[in-house]
């Protein structure tokens, strides 16, 4: 990769759909995942393992694994918080995997019921199965920005949690705004942070939710500092029904018209991507929220 080149990690069907009211038939969602890849998305978290209580709108991870239909040079890693998400990841064939934590306790406990200790206890046979198998591997820390029982979250708890998951020997590490709170001087603090604690910009990736607005600035911040690889959804979608108060990621046809006003090298098509934005819309029956979702690209008359 050179330095115009970024990775776009699409999240659509996975952040996007485990927070919506409407249940969305597995055909739809394999569809959705079929027109990203069309429109050139080659990483697509495709669903989570995870607990059908829990997260009740990805119970279908077992189906939709099964008839995916994979593609030569596209990665569709899967949430997974314990052992038994892996013995369930690994009957259904996947080669890339996410664990998930986070910088605050009590969103920890609520979200996964354990503490950030026992999280990363949890993990460590996990990673360690993956990285046996030659599987790509991500780890999240969320509230990195801000956390809806804590309140503001110190970087140094962030950089803790980030040393401790990069120790289990995880590829990426993504670092989430889940509750859309922070602002581009946020950014500079916790990736400065991050950076001066000896982690390499290029094992992040920026997870932001738009929750207030300030996504995209937080991108072109990022961008500044280096990072290459930012968390999307298309359509808007998203949130974590563990975090009051999160609304949508971070719209992947936001994200790519910024990029592409940059001159930057992603490797998605607009127009396509366009598609599955409304085949999103058409499924959960309410039109678009983002910003290019409605307005298009810019067509120079
Ligand atoms: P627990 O209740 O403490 O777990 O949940 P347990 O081990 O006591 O198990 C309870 C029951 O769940 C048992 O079933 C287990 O078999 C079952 P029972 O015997 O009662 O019938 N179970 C499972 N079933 C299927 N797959 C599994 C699994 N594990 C246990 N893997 C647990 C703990 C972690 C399982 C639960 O809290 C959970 O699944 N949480 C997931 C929450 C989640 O997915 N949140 C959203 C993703 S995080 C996010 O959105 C943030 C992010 O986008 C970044 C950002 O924005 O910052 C990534
Ligand atoms: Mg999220």
Not at 77 to 90: F, K, S
Not at 145 to 174: K, N, R
Request: charged share 20%; proline share 5%; net charge negative.
């Amino acid at each position: 990769m050179n330095d115009r080149d970024v990775r776009v990690y699409e999240v659509g069907p996975r952040d996007g759909l485990q927070n919506e009211a409407t249940p969305i038939p597995t055909q739809a969602k394999l569809r959705f995942i079929g027109l990203l890849a069309d429109a050139g998305l080659r990483e697509i978290e495709a669903t989570s393992f995870v607990s059908p209580r829990a997260i009740p709108q990805l119970a279908d991870a077992d189906d939709l694994m099964a008839s995916l239909e994979r593609r030569e040079g596209v990665r569709h890693p899967v949430l997974v918080p314990n052992r038994r998400g892996l013995e369930r990841a690994e009957a259904a064939g996947v080669d890339a995997i996410a664990v998930f934590t986070a910088a605050s306790e009590p969103f920890t406990r609520a979200n996964i019921n354990m503490s950030i200790a026992e999280s990363i206890d949890a993990f460590r046979p996990v990673i360690q199965h993956a990285r046996d198998h030659g599987w790509w591997t991500r780890g999240y820390v969320s509230t990195a920005f801000g956390c809806p029982y804590q309140g503001e979250v110190d970087e140094a708890a962030v950089v803790g949690v980030a040393g401790e998951l990069l120790e289990l020997g995880i590829d990426e590490l993504s670092v989430g705004d889940t509750i859309g709170v922070a602002g581009p001087s946020d950014v500079r603090r916790v990736v400065g942070a991050l950076t001066a604690s000896g982690i390499g910009v290029e094992r992040l990736a920026m997870h932001f939710h738009d929750t207030r607005g300030t996504a995209l600035a937080n991108v072109a911040t990022a961008l500044e500092l280096g990072v290459r690889c930012f968390d999307a959804s298309t359509g808007g979608t998203g949130g974590c029904p563990y975090a009051p108060g999160a609304a949508g990621n971070l719209a992947t046809e936001d994200l790519v018209y910024l990029l592409d006003r940059e001159g930057l090298s992603h490797g998605i098509d607009l127009d396509a991507l366009l598609v599955a934005a409304a085949h999103v819309a058409e499924t959960l029956g309410r039109p678009l929220g983002t910003k290019v979702g409605q307005a298009g690209g810019w067509r120079v008359p």
